[in-house]
């Protein structure tokens, strides 16, 4: 693969950018800091197949007139990229959106708005050059209406809804999309809260997700019994989801 890799500075997507780079795939680095980016090429640079090319450009979920550009950068610098794998995004508890509209609105336009334009820029690119892979990471927040993820889950069963469509209405043409679902995983974006019994690590999920890409999956749930708790999730009645606080 070449793959560009939006978020693979930290957390799960730096583990899905270390597994490429591991593969001897090609990895194009994208994230905020500039200086996180640096020492995370050089990071793969060390990890690499011997032949395999890394670079890496800033590009800001919050600032979608720097998308195109970031693009170009990675289409150069790989020679033209055929993956897209995006693990950025923005989280905070319920309790903190209630209590700050502007917070709200942040999380609400990254994770929906710009998540899908910064897509709509890849999935062009990657059509004109016969199709490609995309690989977005949504959550299992996103797939009921739950008291503890009101707000963010809205986002998130957006961002589902979209990829889910792309998939239905590019397929035949050759892109393939993958939607990763990760249940509780342990990151710097989840520091502070209880972790459940069954929550994953970085590393196990990012060989989940490369795998599912390498196989073109549709949907990945992962930690794989998050599937199983989401159809329960699912299927409980109104009334019940109405007392119960998960």
């Known amino acids: 693969?070449?793959?560009?890799?939006?978020?693979?500075?930290?957390?799960?997507?730096?583990?899905?950018?270390?597994?490429?780079?591991?593969?001897?795939?090609?990895?194009?680095?994208?994230?905020?800091?500039?200086?996180?980016?640096?020492?995370?090429?050089?990071?793969?640079?060390?990890?690499?197949?011997?032949?395999?090319?890394?670079?890496?450009?800033?590009?800001?979920?919050?600032?979608?007139?720097?998308?195109?550009?970031?693009?170009?950068?990675?289409?150069?610098?790989?020679?033209?990229?055929?993956?897209?794998?995006?693990?950025?995004?923005?989280?905070?508890?319920?309790e903190a959106l209630e209590a700050d509209i502007e917070l709200t609105r942040r999380v609400l336009t990254v994770n929906y708005t710009n998540t899908v334009v910064f897509c709509e820029h890849a999935r062009k690119r990657l059509l004109e050059r016969g199709g490609g892979q995309l690989t977005v990471f949504s959550s299992v927040a996103g797939d009921r209406g739950r008291k503890p993820v009101a707000l963010y889950g809205s986002s998130k069963a957006g961002l589902s809804h979209y990829l889910e469509s792309l998939d239905h209405k590019f397929h035949a043409k050759g892109l393939s999309v993958l939607c990763v679902k990760p249940g509780f995983v342990k990151t710097g974006m989840t520091a502070g809260l209880k972790p459940p019994p069954f929550a994953g690590e970085p590393d196990a999920v990012a060989k989940h997700v490369v795998r599912a890409m390498v196989a073109r999956k549709p949907l990945l749930y992962t930690p794989a019994i998050w599937a199983l708790v989401m159809l329960v999730i699912r299927w409980l009645p109104r009334f019940v989801m109405r007392r119960i606080g998960f």
């Not at 780079?21 to 990071?43: I, K, W």
């Not at 289409?75 to 794998?85: I, K, M, P, Q, S």
């Open 1 to 94: 693969m070449k793959a560009v890799v939006l978020g693979g500075t930290a957390g799960m997507g730096r583990a899905v950018a270390r597994r490429l780079a591991e593969r001897g795939d090609e990895v194009f680095l994208m994230g905020r800091d500039a200086g996180d980016l640096a020492r995370s090429a050089a990071d793969l640079e060390a990890r690499k197949a011997k032949d395999a090319r890394v670079g890496y450009a800033v590009c800001d979920l919050e600032k979608p007139e720097g998308f195109a550009a970031a693009l170009d950068e990675a289409d150069r610098a790989l020679g033209g990229f055929d993956t897209v794998v995006v693990t950025a995004g923005m989280f905070a508890t319920q």
